[in-house]
């Protein structure tokens, strides 16, 4: 029986490899993502920018701060969570990744969900909402919510890159976080 890190493992590599679209050309480093295996959340971005493109680790720039300081705010950590995006290699000058991009990058994401199994699964964003619930969805109408899809169970959130450009929303995600910290409380109790 393979385990958890041998599976990871070969998936980042064929990320590593992976030329089924553009991206790669103008990129300086995937990002597959991290965190722990065993997650009980995964978060999921757009994908990478600049900073991250740079290091090849997910939210490692401003908003990586922020959602550092959000875990923080509900007693979790990096370490405790698993973070990624829908597309590994970053668009170029940010932009939201092309259909034909995400549809190239949906299987490594599948495969580390697959992997992971984790108990709840946060959208950052509309481009995770879209791609993993439904497209025709909008973060501004079900974020902090609680949304069941093929047996996973998702709370879209808005991306932290948001409550930068738009100082309200950072109360908003603070409360949403602390929507998801009663969840996954509420699930404990469960077990």
């Known amino acids: 029986m393979t385990d958890k890190k041998t599976l990871f493992e070969e998936i980042t590599r064929e990320i590593e490899g992976c030329r089924k679209c553009p991206l790669y050309e ?10 722990s295996l065993n997650a009980e959340v995964m978060f999921v971005g757009e994908g990478p920018g600049r900073q991250e493109d740079l290091t090849g680790r997910p939210f490692v720039g401003a908003a990586g701060r922020l959602l550092d300081f959000l875990l923080k705010g509900i007693n979790l950590s990096r370490k405790d969570v698993f973070i990624g995006n829908v597309v590994k290699c970053r668009p170029p000058n940010n932009r939201t990744p092309f259909t034909t991009e995400v549809e190239a990058c ?3 994401l599948y495969a580390q969900i697959a992997i992971i199994q984790p108990k709840v699964i946060c959208t950052l964003g509309n481009t995770p909402l879209n791609t993993l619930i439904s497209p025709r ?15 996973f169970t998702f709370m879209p959130l808005y991306h932290p890159a948001a409550a930068l ?18 969840l996954l409380e509420k699930m404990k109790e469960k077990n």
Do not use: Q, S
């Open 26 to 35: 103008t990129r300086h480093h995937p990002v597959p993502g991290e965190g």
């Open 165 to 182: 450009y738009h100082n309200a929303l950072k109360k908003t995600l603070i409360e949403d976080f602390n929507k998801l910290k009663e």
């Open 137 to 151: 969805l909008t973060i501004g109408k079900v974020h902090g919510t609680v949304l069941e899809k093929d047996g």
């Open 106 to 108: 949906k299987p490594y």
